[in-house]
DNA sequence: ACCTGAACACCGTTCAAGT
DNA sequence: ACCTGAACACCGTTCAAGT
């Protein structure tokens, strides 16, 4: 029986998780496979399109069911939630994700239940397409940074922060009081305070 | 006269600009800088730190004169715009900075007047430092986006246009409308208006 | 102090050939 | 239709050796 493409999906994602993004290759896809690595291109015209494939596996549950009795804010803050743990359950998965540009039935979902939110909030067209993607991009960049912190070891990871306050101790002085709200805040409780700000701005005026 | 550092940075930006991220490789770099490729490594410990010098130096000439006399808000609004300047300076560049956490001068001084513009706003020292980071979150993640995008020739663009729609258009209506706002909008304006939008939602609120 | 030659252990991808 | 073997044109990095 012939290999599926879904099968070939799961198992670079399972790859992704085990090895971070420097450890996905063909040929190590192709290993845990049990083929050999030019067999792959038969399924696949590119590694980027392999890329593709598994941005639009990591979307697939989310947005799924949106509370449609909830106020349009909870919604958009649900689904921004939603978003950002579905990047975090695989290793690397939002640096995965923002390479991609994938149309796919599961990542327009994402985006239409935020644009629908928005619109439902009473946001005009613009304002609402925009500003889900500016949600978006505040999601992926926030994701990107917290899963590349991650990947350092704690030794990187406390070298890393006593450059930083070494640095900003002998010059910055807003920017050495901060580090103590970086380096020991919860990801998750200032994730949600950017989200929460620019649902906010987003809100319409009048 | 052996060569410096900052010859090797300089030099790698360039050939970022002129051949993107998949292009710059140590053999290139070194075959434009005359030497063999194994003696970048007498200046540099890894190609990472090579990355991490040019992410220092893309931020070198931001937040250089803020507007004292300025608002807090327009200060934020300023320094936001020259790093997205910054990083569109060379192609890629969001991408290769998005990559490295440098705790240089250049740096720090950046997030310096991020931090101290948004203190001056009335913020409390975690609501602006939260703040600092949520404003550079939105700022990769937007200018990775454009310079990834802009990364495609027309035919690619076209075809990601075509699809969006098409998908769009069968289940998603307000995708479907936003669709015309995406692809015709420039960019410089979809990002004021999300940079307005979560500095507004940043706004101490008594 | 700074640079080279040669090599190691990999990559993504192509393509003729097999079943 | 699906897969393999062999190869191409590269990578980042190490290291002994040169000046």
Known sequence: MAIQRSKIVAE?????????????????LAQR??????SL??????????LDGMSDALM??????????????ERVRQVSHEIRNALLSRRDGAQVFSGTYVSTENVLRVGE???????????????ASWGAFSLLYYILGFTIEEQGLAALDETAFHKQQEA?????????????????ELFESDP?????????????GLRPSE
Do not use: C
């Open 41 to 50: 291109y038969w399924h696949f015209p590119s590694k980027q399109a392999l």
């Open 12 to 28: 670079a994602l399972d790859l992704l998780d085990a090895e971070g993004i420097d450890g996905l290759t063909m040929r190590r």
């Open 164 to 180: 930083f306050r070494q640095m900003a101790q002998a010059q910055f002085s807003n920017a050495f009081a901060a580090a103590g």
């Open 33 to 38: 496979l049990q083929i050999q690595a030019p």
């Open 60 to 73: 697939e549950s989310v947005a799924r069911d949106v509370d449609s009795a909830a106020s349009y804010e």
């Open 188 to 200: 998750e409780d200032r994730f949600t305070f950017g989200i929460d700000r620019l649902i906010a």
């Open 113 to 127: 239940s935020l644009i629908s939110a928005l619109r439902d909030g009473g946001l005009d067209p613009r304002s």
